[in-house]
């Protein structure tokens, strides 16, 4: 398979990441360095999903042109250059059979001809899974084409702070982020120790613990809680085969239990880290009046998980004591994202980077994603071996209960006696 590229396009997508701009200013050079013109496609696919011939994309408004003198020194630079957002222009489309419907397919359309419109021949997709998901549409979208059309092809470079992504160990930023809200829940230990006081710190992570788990590791929390957390005695009988449910007053029993042992220590403050995905394991109920965005997820942020276990933690704790003990629920997560990426996630994101020219013009390829393994050694996955082919969702990469990561963090934390 040959492309003749001559101007590729770069899209970032879904939430920041630290190390953002060290994929983005890597890709654009290594394809400015080889002839090929780079544009920056501003705010996801805000711009793109409304395309019409009517009203022409607008250079500066909904693309920049990227090049040399811009991208100096801008690997190690906070934010993302040519912004982000969550439009999804996949989001009709729940199966294959979908992407013959006209109705159902337009904005995959409307994002093709878009591309077109500036001369695009192949495109460079950065976020998340569901980012991941819509450039496994849009290629397939492309496969129903008339034969003779020109192709887009595209590969994909995986994103998120969470990093629960399947094909690749780590994702860029990850480690920015961890280091940076371990930082915040070891500022909150020492208030906690002052005042005699807990807090319980909701951090991002919504499918999955990496996140929750690390940044408890680095701060030096006394216990960290996430979905694959809850099995046994913490899962409700409301849990079914298609959707676990979480025990709140089994949660919070434990966490409890966990506060007395301490105090029997002589240690009456600490600090609970939970992973924001807990809010998807609520009873219905609780969920019921929550908004959710494009892709279906709720909006946790609408839930304030720590404060929610905060309230209840205080009311049980002074249920089972007699005695009142100040807990405190917070939120973390958002002053992590584009925090200023250390030297580790600006190499990874700069080799995935280097990764994503190499697919499109040096291998080829059409509907990879770029990973690395081992030292920063580049590898490409296929979309196929990483969404289902018939439901079209990608897989999630949890952390496997028993592993030495999970048992990690067992470790470390409280160890309540029997």
């Known amino acids: 398979m040959t492309h003749n590229i001559n101007k590729v396009a770069l899209l970032f997508a879904g939430g920041p990441a ?48 990227l090049h040399e003198v811009m991208l100096r020194r801008t690997r190690s630079r906070q934010g993302i250059i040519i912004g982000t957002a969550r439009a999804n222009p996949g989001k009709h489309i729940k199966q294959p059979a979908d992407l013959d419907d006209p109705e159902k397919s337009a904005p995959l359309r409307r994002v093709y001809e878009g591309l077109r419109s500036l001369g695009v021949d192949a495109l460079v997709s950065i976020g998340g899974d569901d980012t991941l ?89 006394n216990m960290v809680l996430s979905v694959e957390d809850i099995t046994g005695e913490l899962r409700s009988p409301e849990s079914t085969d298609s959707r676990v449910v979480m025990d709140m007053d089994q949660v919070v029993a434990k966490i409890v239990r966990m506060m007395r042992y301490r105090e029997k220590q002589g240690k009456e403050y600490g600090v609970v880290v939970l992973a924001e995905g807990l809010a998807e ?84 390829l059409d509907g990879a994603m770029v990973s690395v393994s081992g030292q920063l050694d580049l590898h490409f996955v296929p979309f196929d071996e990483l969404v289902d082919p018939d439901t079209l969702v990608t897989v999630v990469r949890f952390i496997e209960p028993g592993s030495d990561f999970h048992l990690l963090a067992r470790f470390l934390e409280t160890q309540v006696a029997d």
């Open 133 to 221: 998901k819509t450039a496994n549409k849009f290629r397939l979208f492309q496969n129903r084409l008339p034969e003779g059309s020109p192709r887009i092809p595209v590969v994909h470079v995986p994103k998120t702070i969470d990093n629960d992504y399947t094909g690749i160990d780590f994702t860029f930023g990850y480690f920015t982020a961890v280091e940076t809200l371990g930082l915040e829940i070891s500022n909150l230990h020492a208030d906690a120790e002052a005042s005699r006081a807990w807090f319980m710190v909701e951090t991002m992570g919504r499918s999955a613990g990496w996140l929750a788990y690390g940044a408890a590791i680095a701060g030096e929390a």
């Open 281 to 364: 394991y609520l009873s219905d109920d609780v969920l019921a009046n929550i908004p959710r965005d494009d892709h279906g997820h709720i909006s946790v942020a609408h839930v304030d998980l720590g404060k929610m276990v905060a309230r209840r933690v205080a009311a049980e704790y002074e249920k089972q004591t007699g005695r009142q003990r100040k807990v405190t629920g917070l939120q973390l997560g958002y002053e992590s994202r584009c925090a200023r990426p250390h030297a580790f996630d600006v190499m990874l994101g700069s080799q995935l980077g280097v990764g994503a020219f190499r697919a499109l013009y040096q291998e080829h």
């Open 18 to 65: 630290p190390a953002a701009n060290a994929v983005i200013s890597a890709t654009a050079i290594s394809f400015i360095n080889n002839g090929v013109d780079v544009v920056g496609i501003r705010h996801g696919y805000s711009s793109l999903i409304d395309y019409s011939p009517e009203q022409p994309l607008e250079e500066g408004r909904d693309y920049i042109r």
